[in-house]
């Protein structure tokens, strides 16, 4: 599958991004997908991640009521829409497509990942 991601951009606290991510290559509703991000010095960590149809969808404690992962299989396209943006959400983002249809936190279950896009919050 090749990833593209992009959306991201320079916001300052409180503030909004949404990051897209298309998929070609396999059938978009088939697999699973997720973000992650990796901020400087630190490790890449999980954020979101949807099933294949997006009736089931998890997020990480750090982003939960803040951030909002989605998808159209319709326009094979991801989405991560942040809300409330804090300092600390300031990481390259990246989306990655599972190896199932299900969904995972672990990223040792995504094969394909997209390029990254970078999410600066000034404070």
């Known amino acids: 599958v090749q990833l593209q991601a992009f959306g991201g951009g320079l916001v300052q606290t409180g503030g909004s991004l949404r990051l897209s991510c298309t998929a070609a290559?396999?059938?978009?509703?088939?697999?699973?997908m997720a973000w992650f991000r990796q901020a400087p010095g630190k490790e890449r960590e999980f954020v979101a991640t949807?099933?294949?149809?997006?009736?089931?969808?998890v997020h990480a404690d750090s982003v939960k009521g803040r951030f909002t992962i989605s998808r159209d299989n319709a326009k094979n396209v991801v989405y991560l829409q942040m809300n409330s943006l804090k300092p600390e959400d300031t990481a390259v983002y990246y989306c990655a497509a599972g190896t199932s249809s299900s969904f995972s936190r672990a990223m040792s279950m995504y094969n394909d990942w997209g390029q990254g896009t970078l999410v600066t919050v000034s404070s």
């Open positions: 949807i099933n294949y149809s997006g009736g089931i969808r």
């Open positions: 290559g396999r059938s978009f509703g088939d697999y699973g």
